[in-house]
């Protein structure tokens, strides 16, 4: 998809550091973390977002959530608990119109989130 930065990331034309990567998706650091680790997780195939998933979709996005697990596991802040957030659309926050899972840990998080 052209013009769509995390594609470049996943393409490495824009640099990132990349914590995990295998056949289905790529985590990285996002540039502006709100938490001691927040990390962002991607599929590799394009799809704007959540509220463009289709029935072919399924098996990505529960392999996304999957990598979430995995990942607050190996960095040692799953017991303590986490957050995962898919902001969707205007009214969800989505800033970035590539389907991706913030994966935020380290600290506790309120909820609501505003
Ligand atoms: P959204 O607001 O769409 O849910 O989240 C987009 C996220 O992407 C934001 O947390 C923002 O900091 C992050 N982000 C935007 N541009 C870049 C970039 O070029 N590199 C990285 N690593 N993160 C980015
Ligand atoms: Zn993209």
């Not at 973390?33 to 599929?43: E, G, K, S, V, Y």
């Not at 979709?57 to 957030?85: C, M, P, S, W």
């Amino acid at each position: 998809m052209e013009n769509c930065i995390f594609c470049k990331i996943i393409a490495g034309e824009i640099p990132s550091a990349k914590v995990y990567e295998d056949e289905t998706c790529v985590a990285f650091n996002d540039i502006s973390p709100q938490a001691p680790t927040h990390l962002l997780i991607i599929p590799r195939e394009h799809f704007d977002s959540l509220d463009k998933a289709e029935n072919g979709h399924k098996e990505t996005l529960g392999h996304l959530l999957y990598v979430a697990a995995q990942i607050a596991r190996d960095k040692g802040f799953a017991e303590d608990g986490y957050r995962v957030v898919i902001n969707t659309n205007r009214n969800g926050g989505q800033t970035v119109y590539h389907l991706h899972v913030h994966l935020l840990g380290g600290r506790p998080f309120i909820f609501p989130p505003g």
